[in-house]
């Protein structure tokens, strides 16, 4: 299992990025995605979760109706797009897979990063003017 997350840089307030996760050696299908952050000096928490299987998605409330995550079946890659981004979205982002099937169509929660074992190096977002 292999993950790397790529497409971090510097914007500025109100601007959109958008992260990819390119995942290899496994069959995406078959797991779960989150998708989590490390801002300075705070603990790393869980940003939104996707389901590669039905492409169904679940956020944080703090990300909630500005970030989207949505894959790209051809490519085995997950993209995180990023709007109206905040000054306090400033983090190192990461992406981590878990085996198994999971659906968030009904409003499950996304599950907690313990649940995942498999991780990408981080990737830089910072938003400041």
């Known amino acids: 299992v292999q993950l790397q997350a790529s497409g971090g840089g510097l914007v500025q307030p109100g601007e959109s990025v958008t992260l990819s996760c390119t995942t290899s050696?496994?069959?995406?299908?078959?797991?779960?995605m989150g998708w989590f952050r490390r801002a300075p000096g705070k603990v790393r928490e869980g940003v939104a979760c996707m389901s590669p299987y039905d492409g169904s998605t679940g956020y944080a409330e703090s990300v909630k109706g500005r970030f989207i995550s949505f894959r790209n079946k051809s490519e085995n890659t997950v993209y995180l797009q990023m709007n109206s981004l905040k000054p306090e979205d400033t983090a190192v982002y990461y992406c981590?897979?878990?085996?198994?099937?999971?659906?968030?169509?009904?409003?499950?929660?996304?599950?907690?990063?313990?649940?995942?074992?498999?991780w990408g190096q981080g990737t830089q977002v910072t938003v400041s003017s």
């Open positions: 050696g496994f069959t995406l299908n078959y797991y779960h």
């Open positions: 981590a897979v878990e085996p198994g099937i999971k659906s968030y169509i009904n409003g499950s929660p996304c599950p907690e990063q313990d649940g995942f074992r498999s």
